[in-house]
């Protein structure tokens, strides 16, 4: 069965703040919107195997399991809920910031 994929208000924040900096520093919507693109079509490859993420470390504190998908810089980090089919992208990090930084509130 196909998981579904939702994003958090957090993750789409992200996304947003994303393709403003890219569109702003490139000058260039085209570019912007490409690397957004890229960003929200990765889970995709999530919808048949869910777990083909790696664990992240950075967050095994929290009572949720969760993984991750790297596309191009970004982390894009979910947890999957078996029960109901579906997965949740909570974040979508930057890997050239500072690693703590995934540990932010949302």
Same mark, same amino acid.
């Given at each position: 069965? &196909?998981? %579904?994929?939702?994003?958090? =208000?957090?993750? !789409?924040?992200?996304?947003?703040?994303?393709?403003?900096?890219? #569109?702003?520093? =490139? &000058?260039?919507?085209?570019?912007?919107?490409? *690397? $957004?693109?890229?960003?929200?079509?990765?889970? /995709?490859?999530? @919808? /048949?195997?869910? @777990?083909?993420?790696?664990? #992240?470390?950075?967050?095994?504190?929290?009572?949720? %399991?969760?993984?991750? *998908?790297? %596309?191009?810089?970004? @982390? $894009?980090?979910? =947890?999957? /809920? #078996?029960?109901?089919?579906? *997965? &949740? *992208?909570?974040?979508?990090? /930057?890997?050239?910031?500072?690693? !703590?930084?995934?540990?932010? @509130? &949302?």
């Amino acid at each position: 069965m &196909k998981y %579904e994929v939702i994003w958090s =208000s957090f993750s !789409e924040q992200q996304i947003d703040d994303i393709f403003n900096y890219y #569109e702003e520093t =490139s &000058k260039s919507h085209q570019v912007a919107l490409k *690397i $957004i693109t890229n960003i929200l079509l990765a889970p /995709d490859k999530l @919808k /048949d195997h869910p @777990k083909i993420g790696q664990r #992240e470390n950075l967050l095994v504190y929290h009572s949720i %399991e969760y993984y991750y *998908i790297v %596309e191009s810089n970004y @982390k $894009i980090v979910y =947890s999957i /809920d #078996e029960e109901n089919h579906y *997965i &949740k *992208i909570a974040d979508v990090f /930057d890997t050239r910031q500072n690693p !703590e930084k995934i540990n932010r @509130k &949302k």
